[in-house]
């Protein structure tokens, strides 16, 4: 539990809020690089931590993401036209460069032009993984570009893809970085179904409740949880955690092919989340057509609006939840593992109250995960620079086994490329 | 008229409110007995007094009502498995029995579970009369059960069905125990209709505007409206009030059979009420097929949408009003009786503003209710037992009937067998 | 720029702020005339400077603008019974004449009426123009009727439409009054295109950015926006402002007869406007058929749902903007030339925060109707009659001609019959 206090610091992403300038120290995922598909294309309306913004490809390919409304007359820039290496406000001519110059004043005769005087707000972008990526805090602490693994492995090998969440940003953290949940909300009741989730006979449900190790890193937590399965063998799981929202799991295609994925829960305000759902294969194999529909997930082209990125299955429809095949097939009656943990995210409300919960010791890497996103805050507060700003998870992964009891799970995490100050 | 700070406590309902603390004390209608057909069938959302709670008939057959939220993280249990005697929580699989006590923790290991310390908000419900209703009051002050002459006669006698106003709960009771508009509203043009309504040639159209007779009694008030019809004859209409929230009135089946009918105005919250209606037979005839669809009243299944119980007549189309028919068939142009209530009384907003009414002597009975509804929060204020707990109630019923003009119409109106306090 | 205080001071119109107290003081647009077709019809709802009234017309056509809400217990007139001479309301048949006085009182004995106590709010109203005027302010200081030069030409030669615009009033009249966006944001690519929209050889198109000469006068102001088009010939095209929300400029039929155009925005509430657009013949040629579609200006029934008054192409479709067009055809790729009016202007927001702008040269027009504005309402908070009151404005028109440099545009502004006390 969290004091009301601590439960609105961590939540509150504006501008000028504690978190919000935490946040702002960070790259943030805007949106997908293919919703701007080609130079002098369409602008598309982009909502980041409370602030409206319009993101435009330029002639050169460069990508521009501006204020939404033109400090003319404060017409909306959605409307605008993007043409000659700038985004042109329709109302008076008005035209800004990716950089926020003025460059172009169409209302006003030549000699009284004050062209010079004008800039919009313009924050500076990066393209990797398939995603275009804002920073939007001080010039001066603008750190190294955002470098997963993830990020850096060819096209053919990568999916990313994203969905929007209504609620706040941290309940799609504490749900992702949460292993007690997951063969329980995702399980199946029986191994004779096709519907997605974890069989009877998978380790990670036969397992008896874990208990978590976690290790403290330089870039936020990884950690492991360990499910007793009988007198020889225990079944481990691991998750990273990189501060200040992506999540690192192990993942399997549907093909059985092993994977490692993850999500990135970005604030689009403090009611509105727009989740990053990515995959990658770790191996020569490259993802097949089947792969990037993420039916699985429920994230996918088929579950997800991709003009609106609205789930189908969603709050107003209650999930389509299937009474009958919740008696019979899923845990839930909610199809696609991702659309049930939106459920349960959602179902929270827009902001859940923390100070009402009762938490145990499976909750350890939830309660882990608050104290360092509080001690990011403080650290910025003070002029500091938060953990997962270094790149030091560039290497990261996760992975999952049965292994005998006495063998060691961190032999298992894959190259950490990173300091552990603390074994919790 | 009342003064905003009396309006404010007769229509606020939330925990803590005075009048909220008030209802708290009766026997509250929760949900109709038939959403819950089944043990372990589906549960269902209720709210209640601004109150989120979730409703699941278990193993056994009992009721539960429970808050919504789970204690352990706030998930929803709406989204819960109704299973062995319990309701369980999706997220991480704690569960609970109808009396709220924790009796599973899936996600902890068996020594380190804690559920003797985990609780969950869960109120008593009782069934009858085809309700569900629910006791959200101090335990030790716990009434007897609702014994209403309608929930006592047999299932084939009664119907009872309900529907979603949107408007506080006080504009309900105010319009059902308001006898002078009834033959102004539900009011026909013409003999020569098949709308439901009064016809001209009723005597309650017939005669003059009323004058009202009202005994304040130990349970609340009976009362009659007396209309002239000629020199020797008067007409007749009875309608008792019982604390907080019950009507009872004469009414008349589709064939002409006699019925005693009634509402019952069920806060969800300050802006929204959930209507029950109910009729019941007063002879050895059951109800019909007919009966129960309540064409008349316009609260029945070809109404009335049976999973939403939101109507299909409703603000957003105008209730269908058809100027036409309102210029020859109707007074309203808008069909169902109990439709035409709720367009007056949604019309006036989620809360009237009962400081600007003029209120004349035909709103006596309003008056009245008004002042023991105030008596009511004084007397609970004060550690005292309001009207309408201690089950005087239980053989009232309302009669309508024309007689000489020095009949007493109190001979007419069924057995009290309650204290008559003073005659208004 | 303005301060916020000074923005709010112009943009809030509720009773009792000192703009609502303003244009309370002049004639305002309630309806279209042809919204009330005929005597004893249905009542119309209509909500205008923030309350909620009803229009009714009477047998003997006299139309009545009542507060929606009957004073006995605020039931709403909008489902009254408009017959003999009156609005009676339904709940228990109050019944109101155009004066507002209470005429009947069904609910209660002859006796115990209490008629000559009761008055419903009521404004008085005149037909003009195919528009009810209403008239909000204090009785004694009731200005002339309206009168202008559309309001007096024979219906043949005349069309009047309305149109919802979700945005708070001064947005709409500042886009009329700004002559700088005309050939910009309605501007056509390509001369070969059958959309509206100002195309390239149109001497408004092809001039240079416009300097602005602007009259003062006792009714507002006229100004002419002057553009060079070579050495020795300037377009131009003038406008008057007539506070204090007309606009009046010069048009075109879809034939190219010369028309006068002009707009009235009033105010619904703070956040919607009610746009009223016409245009008049002035030659004897009438308006044809095709003229009353206003197709050009995307403001006639066949984009406007005229029952709602909500424009097909609006905020929720994004107004159909066609990117594709707006790479090849029109500088918006939006149809209708008030589309993208309304379209730039509800894009700002609900009510534009002109404290962040950023004005120049070509916002002089924008800038002296605030000034104006402002004026009116100190003058009104003294005690005098604000600009706009007195009808200066009757015979007032506009222009647009191509013209040479030397020659003078007053010449062309057609008669003022007012006086210029500043240019500015």
Redesign the interface.
């Known amino acids: 539990m969290l004091s009301r206090e601590d439960n609105a610091l961590l939540t509150q992403v504006e501008r000028g809020t504690p978190m919000g300038t935490t946040l702002r120290r960070y790259w943030i995922p805007a949106l997908l690089a293919r919703e701007l598909p080609e130079p002098d ?2 602008p598309v309306r982009v909502r980041l931590l409370g602030e409206d913004l319009i993101a435009f490809r330029d002639t050169r390919g460069q990508v521009g993401l501006l204020d939404e ?1 033109c ?6 820039l ?2 605008g ?1 993007n043409e000659e290496c700038g985004l042109r406000c ?4 008005w035209k800004y460069d990716v950089d926020g110059r003025c460059v172009d ?6 000699d ?3 062209k010079d ?2 800039f919009i707000t313009s924050y500076p972008t990066v393209e990797c993984g398939g995603v275009v990526w804002a920073y939007m805090g001080p010039a001066e602490r603008k750190p190294a570009l955002p470098s997963f693994a993830w990020t850096r492995v060819p096209a053919t090998h990568v999916t990313v893809s994203k969905v929007i969440q209504e609620s706040n940003w941290l309940q799609g953290v ?1 749900g992702g970085i949460d292993t ?2 997951a063969p ?2 995702h399980r199946l009741l029986t191994s004779n179904t096709t519907r997605p989730g974890f069989k009877p006979d998978n380790p990670f449900v036969r397992g ?4 978590l190790a976690l290790d403290v890193t330089d870039y936020g937590y990884r950690y492991a949880g360990i499910r007793p399965l009988d007198e020889a063998n225990i079944h481990v799981r691991t998750y990273q955690f990189i501060l200040p929202f992506h999540q690192i799991r192990p993942s399997r295609s549907e093909g059985g092919v092993p994977l490692v994925a993850g999500h990135m829960w970005v604030p689009i305000d403090d009611d509105n989340t727009m989740v990053y759902n990515w995959e990658y294969s770790t191996t020569d194999a490259p993802l097949t057509a089947e792969d990037r529909l993420e039916r699985r997930l429920g994230n996918g082209p088929l579950d997800v609006d991709q003009t609106t990125f609205r789930s189908k299955r969603n709050r107003q429809n ?1 999930y389509l ?1 299937d ?1 009958q095949v ?1 008696k019979t097939e899923s ?2 009656g ?1 199809d696609g593992i991702n659309v ?1 943990d939106r ?2 995210q959602e ?3 827009p902001i ?2 923390r100070s ?8 350890r890497a939830i309660i882990q995960a608050r104290r360092l996103l509080l001690e990011a805050v403080r650290v910025v507060s003070e002029g500091g620079t938060p953990r997962g700003i270094e790149p030091t998870y560039t290497t990261l992964a996760a992975a999952e086994a049965v292994m005998p009891r006495e063998a060691d799970w961190r032999e298992m995490t894959l190259a950490a490329g990173s300091q552990i100050e603390q074994t919790v």
């Not at 329709?90 to 001519?93: D, E, M, P, Q, R």
């Not at 009402?356 to 909750?363: F, Y």
């Open positions: 294309g369409a409304f400090p003319h007359r404060r017409a909306s959605f409307f036209r329709v109302y008076h001519g004043m169409m209302n006003e005769p030549p009284l032009q004050f005087k004008i504490e007690s949940h329980i909300l008896k409740a874990p208990t209650n939840l009474r919740q845990f839930t909610i049930q459920a349960i179902g929270m409300g859940v109250d009402r919960e009762h938490l145990g010791p499976a909750d």
